[in-house]
């Protein structure tokens, strides 16, 4: 990634291809709620979930 006259690029250095980058890139939809996410996503996604106790049982071969 470099600089030019204000501009950001990108370049590969195997190939060279190279295209400037986005100023302010979106995202595409919301990124995915994991465990070091902020509490008010989690607690979002919490209400939607069932939080019952579920049981494994691990079968012999």
Do not use: H, W
């Amino acid at each position: 990634m470099y600089s030019e006259s204000g501009e950001n690029y990108r370049e590969c250095v195997d190939c060279g291809f190279s295209d400037e980058m986005e100023k302010d890139p979106s995202l595409a939809g919301k990124p995915p709620v994991t465990r070091v996410s902020p509490e008010d996503e989690k607690s979002n996604d919490d209400a939607n979930k069932d939080n019952g106790v579920q049981i494994v049982r691990i079968l012999d071969q």
